[in-house]
C-alpha cells in the first residue's frame, strides 16, 4: 500500500518541524485538559509549574511566562483569589515582591504534576529505555539551545 493511503503514515512527521509542532500539540493538548480537570487554564497550570520550586519576582516570572506586566499581574491575582500563590515582599528590593505557591497550591501542583508524570508516561511506554535517554537528551540540547540564543538577544 502507497504511503498516502496507509492512515499510519499519513499523519507522520514529514520533517523535523512537523515532528516537533504535532509532538507540542500532542503535549499542550494533554495539559490542556490536566488543567480544565482542575478548573485551571494552560497559562495557570504553567504559573504553578514555573513556582514549584522557585519564588520568582514578577519580572522574572512574566520572562517564563511569556506574558507583559499588566498580564502577569492578572494572573497571580486570579491565582491568589483561590488561594494558590501569594506574593511576599523581596528580601533585596524593598519595591519588588516575589511570588510563591501557598500550601494548597503545592498540593495542588502536586496533584497535576503526578497526573500529568501519569498520562506522559502512559504516552511513552511503547519507547525503550535507550529511546527514553535519547529523547530527553535531544530535549535538553534544544531547550539549552533556545536558553542561549535568548541569552544572547
Known amino acids: 500500500m502507497p504511503p498516502s493511503h496507509n492512515p499510519d503514515l499519513a499523519d507522520a512527521p514529514q520533517n523535523t518541524m512537523d ?3 504535532q509532538l507540542s500539540f500532542l503535549i ?8 480544565s480537570d482542575h478548573d485551571l487554564s494552560l497559562i ?6 514555573v ?5 520568582p519576582g514578577m519580572l522574572e516570572l ?3 511566562l511569556g506574558l507583559d506586566k499588566s498580564s502577569m499581574t492578572g494572573l497571580v491575582t486570579r491565582a491568589e483569589k483561590r488561594g494558590l500563590v501569594q506574593r511576599l515582599p523581596s528580601p533585596h528590593d524593598g519595591r519588588s515582591v516575589l511570588v510563591s505557591l ?5 498540593r495542588l501542583t502536586k496533584r497535576i504534576t503526578a497526573e500529568v508524570d501519569q498520562q506522559i508516561t502512559a504516552l511513552t511506554t511503547s519507547l525503550t529505555a535507550t529511546e ?9 540540547k534544544l531547550l539549552h539551545a533556545a536558553a542561549t540564543s535568548d541569552a544572547a538577544q
Not at 495557570?44 to 509549574?49: F, M, N, S, V
Not at 513556582?51 to 519564588?55: A, E, I, P, S, V
Open 102 to 106: 501557598t500550601p494548597a497550591g503545592q
Open 132 to 140: 527514553h535517554t535519547h529523547i530527553r537528551a535531544l530535549a535538553a
Open 62 to 64: 512574566a520572562r517564563h
Open 19 to 21: 515532528a516537533l509542532v
Open 51 to 55: 513556582l514549584r520550586d522557585r519564588r
Open 44 to 49: 495557570q497550570i504553567r504559573l504553578l509549574g
Open 28 to 35: 499542550q493538548g494533554l495539559l490542556t485538559r490536566v488543567a
